[in-house]
């Protein structure tokens, strides 16, 4: 295999990267150890990790930092191995190296002609940004069980972009963990990820929380947490990747039987739930249906909306207050006038004429009239509070 890298270098015309080549070494050496007629390790049987990238501190400043020109020729021989009778599983740790968007242009070309071959895919503090996450988003319906995006420069339009390439390329069918955590990212970059988290089945990990000084609002918070519980996800500030062994025991045995292999490439809602993949089998709880959420539009949308609705009727309360303290003192003023008129008359010892007592009745009926009319208006706002207040718990109930 290393000398397989070695052939591919030399016909793009870039050098061996040392890192990369040792790594393809040290496979071969250890695939050369293993015995059984399909290639796997005859004491785990699982299926062989291919690791490359992924610096220890015994060779951090040994070999030079992987650039997107060295992905190119370990992209080829990715290619090549879906070809080979053992295919074994590969984890591409690319975290902390000189990736950009075309590097992550790259990894998405080999996920679209062999996508059952990268199983892991590392770009935690790279610069792959918002293109970058474009290109991975329309390759995550591929055989990709973890992607790790974390603090790579991208933004809420590299999350919709991420997310809407999903949606139209079709939904992953085995990515299990999502790290989207350390980057530049809000309310809104975090809404198209809880669209992904309802559409998606298989998915048992993720982190996007942003990297200071951003941070998400109490109400797109509230909505993720709630949205993660009903799909069965766990939600971490900081994401980890999984360790080799749990990879190995994510990856399951690629199908080589042509007729198998048919049967996986049928569309979903052809295939026999027998052709499904294994690892989705053992879901059953966070594929459980939730109508009431994905008929009434996703979780954050009407929880803004109740928030929203609520605001409103928070100002409206206070400026109804408002006016109707003002038109309290309004009358307490006139009440003292009258009481003042009438004292004075009171006083005087005549008796008042029948004008005058006219004009007192006026008022009075006038005043009965204004202190019912802000009565009913009180009552119709208290209505007004009570019936929202229900619509709210009845929204907030739904999904539950």
């Not at 015309?13 to 990369?20: A, K, N, Q, S």
């Not at 020109?69 to 984890?91: G, K, Q």
């Not at 963990?177 to 809104?188: K, P, Q």
């Not at 609520?310 to 307490?332: I, V, Y």
Request: proline share 5%; net charge negative; glycine share 8%.
């Amino acid at each position: 295999m290393d000398s397989t890298y070695c052939w591919q270098c030399q016909q793009i015309g870039v050098p061996p990267h040392t890192l990369l080549l040792r790594h393809f070494s040290d496979f071969e050496r250890k695939a050369g150890g293993r015995n059984g007629r399909d290639g796997r390790d005859s004491h785990e049987g699982r299926e062989p990790i291919l690791v490359l990238g992924g610096r220890t501190d015994r060779t951090a400043d040994v070999d030079p930092p992987i650039r997107d020109a060295d992905l190119v020729a370990a992209s080829l021989v990715i290619r090549s191995l879906s070809r080979t009778s053992t295919l074994p599983s590969v984890r591409l740790d690319l975290c902390g190296e000189l990736i950009t968007c075309e590097g992550a242009r790259t990894i998405a070309a080999v996920l679209q002609v062999s996508d059952r071959t990268l199983r892991s895919l590392l770009l935690r503090r790279t610069h792959v940004g918002d293109n970058g996450a474009a290109a991975l988003g329309a390759v995550l319906s591929s055989m990709l069980l973890e992607l790790d995006l974390g603090e790579c420069a991208i933004t809420d339009a590299g999350l919709r972009y991420l997310v809407r390439g999903s949606q139209l390329h079709g939904a992953p069918s085995c990515l299990s963990v999502l790290l989207l955590d350390g980057n530049a990212t809000g309310d809104a970059g975090t809404i198209e990820v809880i669209s992904f988290v309802e559409g998606n089945g298989s998915l048992s990990c993720l982190s996007v929380q942003p990297a200071l000084p951003r941070f998400l609002s109490q109400e797109v918070e509230a909505a993720l947490q709630v949205a993660c519980e009903l799909s069965g996800v766990m939600l971490e500030r900081k994401g980890r990747s999984w360790s080799l062994e749990t990879l190995a025991s994510k990856c399951q045995p690629h199908p080589v039987d042509a007729e198998v292999t048919a049967v996986t490439a049928l569309p979903r809602s052809l295939a026999s739930p027998a052709a499904a993949p294994p690892e989705r089998a053992d879901r059953g709880r966070k594929q459980m249906p939730v109508p009431d959420v994905r008929h009434s539009g996703h979780l954050a949308s009407w929880m803004a909306g109740t928030e929203r609705e609520l605001r409103e009727l928070k100002w409206l309360l206070s400026s109804s207050s408002a006016r109707l303290d003002g038109q309290h003192r309004k009358l307490m003023s006139e009440l003292e006038k009258l009481r003042f008129q009438l004292d004075a008359w009171s006083s005087g010892g005549s008796e008042p004429d029948e004008g005058r007592l006219d004009v007192l009745e006026a008022r009075f009926d006038a005043l009965e009239q204004l202190v019912g009319r802000e009565q009913s208006e009180c009552a119709q706002m208290w209505q007004l509070v009570e019936v929202a207040a229900g619509s709210a718990r009845a929204r907030s109930a739904s999904p539950r």
